[in-house]
């Protein structure tokens, strides 16, 4: 169903430098090799407030996002918890469904209008058995994956609140007008009315 | 030793005997008492051990709490990867409980295995996989189950540890607080009733 969208002229760039870079941000990789992936990859929209994937469906991507912004939750009774905020340059999918091959526990929506390059998981399977050095970027795809779980798991439990809110804000500004703050504080685990109170701290700057 | 590694080792790719070899030659045996401790916080981790007897707790520090990532029995491998692969200071402590003789390739070596064949490029590369699931895994299951949910998933999985890991720890790994998990032991060995505890 995208196909069609991907055949337009502004997204049949080659090698695009913007991409690279968010390619190279993640793993060594060559301009080569990253163009030899290229052909590999679709690029997928969606709108605004779209289901990317809902639980119970199978994963096929792994999505870069280009541009946009992606909310990765789970829903456990009435409530959801916000587990991810991607933006440009981050990889976000459901990794356990996509690679386990089963039904998806998280969900993944898009907060904006949202363009992603996407590997799906046959086309993974044939870059691994066919473009050299497919297997030192999976690996290496990898270690940055856990990598960012680790240091998100260590900020969650080792920072107090207030220093939560200050320390993902003062990095990621633009965050605050771009998600609503529902998400904001539930992915930094601070209730809603915390939340708000904590925005004074912004303003004094 | 050769046949354990084997062993594991073919559940990601198949090595000729003279790729075991290559590899064989370059294994460290350690032989580690119990409550050693392998690598440090801040320390970089020189290893990815291979565990052929014994027991071990990946863990890190929050304050005063210890929290347990993993506990890694034979069969498994452990390392402290992030720092391994990045070539950064750990944040895990690795930690034997039990006395624990392990098989370990440096860095150094691993980059030479990475040169001669892209095949365990290959291995390490589903070992990282496994290794993403498990942590993905863990992080969700504070989310979807219950302490009760979780600690009966562990005994269905792996029962034998209950008997060989501290308390403490499991309830740690199982991200519960020590007393629940007292009050949860008593639906082990009482299988038929798991549907009335709590």
Redesign the interface.
């Known amino acids: 169903m995208n196909d069609t969208k991907s055949s337009t002229k502004e997204e049949q760039r080659p090698m695009d430098v913007t991409i690279l870079g968010y390619l190279q941000e993640l793993m060594d990789v060559s301009a080569v090799e990253a163009a030899a992936l290229m052909p590999l990859m679709e690029w997928r929209r969606f709108e605004k407030k779209e289901l990317i994937i809902t639980a119970g469906e199978q994963e096929d991507y792994l999505n870069l996002v280009i541009s946009g912004l992606v909310r990765k939750f789970?829903c456990?009774g009435n409530n959801e918890?916000t587990?991810q905020l991607a933006t440009e340059g981050h990889i976000v999918h459901s990794?356990?469904s996509y690679?386990?091959r089963e039904p998806s526990?998280?969900q993944l929506e898009a907060l904006e209008p949202t363009l992603l390059l996407s590997l799906s998981h046959d086309h993974m399977q044939y870059a691994?058995d066919h473009l050299?050095?497919a297997?030192?970027m999976?690996?290496?795809l990898?270690?940055c994956?856990?990598?960012k779980?680790?240091e998100r798991?260590?900020k969650q439990?080792?920072l107090s609140t207030r220093q939560r809110f200050i320390d993902y804000l003062q990095n990621h500004p633009h965050m605050l007008q771009r998600v609503p703050q529902k998400y904001l504080a539930s992915y930094l685990n601070i209730k809603p009315e915390t939340f708000s109170r904590l925005k004074h701290l912004l303003k004094g700057k | 030793m050769v046949a354990l590694l084997e062993q594991f080792l073919g559940r990601y790719v198949a090595l000729s005997k003279d790729e075991l070899e290559l590899v064989s030659g370059m294994l460290e045996v350690r032989s580690c008492d119990r409550k050693l401790r392998l690598v440090d916080i801040g320390e970089q981790e020189m290893f990815i051990n291979f565990v052929t007897s014994g027991l071990l707790r990946k863990y890190?520090v929050?304050?005063h709490d210890e929290?347990v990532k993993s506990l890694v029995q034979e069969g498994q491998f452990i390392s402290s990867?992030?720092s391994f692969?990045?070539r950064t200071p750990s944040?895990y402590i690795i930690e034997t409980i039990e006395p624990s003789t392990l098989v370990a390739i440096s860095y150094d070596h691993l980059q030479q295995l990475?040169q001669i064949d892209?095949k365990w490029?290959?291995a390490?590369?589903l070992m990282?996989?496994d290794?993403?699931?498990e942590?993905?895994?863990w992080?969700?299951d504070n989310?979807?189950f219950t302490p009760r949910e979780r600690f009966l998933r562990f005994m269905q999985s792996r029962p034998e540890l209950l008997q060989r890991v501290p308390q403490k720890y499991l309830a740690s790994y199982l991200q519960m607080k020590p007393e629940t998990f007292s009050r949860l032991k008593h639906l082990v060995g009482q299988k038929k009733c798991v549907g009335t505890g709590i």
Do not use: C, H, S
Request: glycine share 6%; aromatic share 12%.
């Open positions: 789970i456990k918890y587990l990794e356990i690679l386990r526990v998280v691994l050299p050095g297997d030192r999976g690996r290496m990898i270690t994956m856990l990598l779980k680790d798991q260590f439990l080792r | 890190f929050n304050g929290i990867y992030v692969f990045n944040e990475f892209a490029e290959r390490v590369r990282m996989t290794l993403l699931l942590k993905e895994n992080l969700l989310y979807r």
